[in-house]
């Protein structure tokens, strides 16, 4: 099983589903909804928003606004749906500058961290682009063809299809 870094309430529930054996036969369904419902309510109230209550309905801002975390514009814009590169850059920076460094060495990394932006922007301002993984861009072109194809009366079909490419 892949590795993933969750909040706090996310690993929290999947601690709950994985104790989900534990349970005796006749009070297992309700154990299951409750932690059914408990994800639920989270995912709603940080990627969607809660339900207002009283007059004027809506929702609540969610945690996360939806520009934050949504790509499906970056999809049809065919730019990338991850910060693999932002995050590549961070493993590189860390590798450079160790935990509490001296101020010296803080110095070289900085220095050097300068260089090696300098060397990419000179790249890319002479047509030199990085390559993305040919299996990156197998994925991109794939859910790319079922965003383009989307309707709202297949929504189901849509996603059980994105679900099928995309693994996390």
Known sequence: MKKVKLDYFSNKLLNLIYTYDLFRKDES???FFKIYNTFIKYFEATYIGELKRGKGGGRKDPRFKHEIWNVYTRNIEGLPRTNNNIEGWHNALQRVIKRSPSIYTFIDGIKLEENNTE????????????KRRPV????????????????KEKCLEYLKNIALIIDY
Do not use: C, K
């Open 29 to 31: 369904n309700q154990a």
């Open 119 to 130: 060397t990419i922007y000179l790249q890319l301002a002479t047509g030199i682009v990085p």
């Open 136 to 151: 990156y861009m197998e994925i991109d072109m794939r859910i790319s063809e079922i965003v383009s194809d989307f309707s």
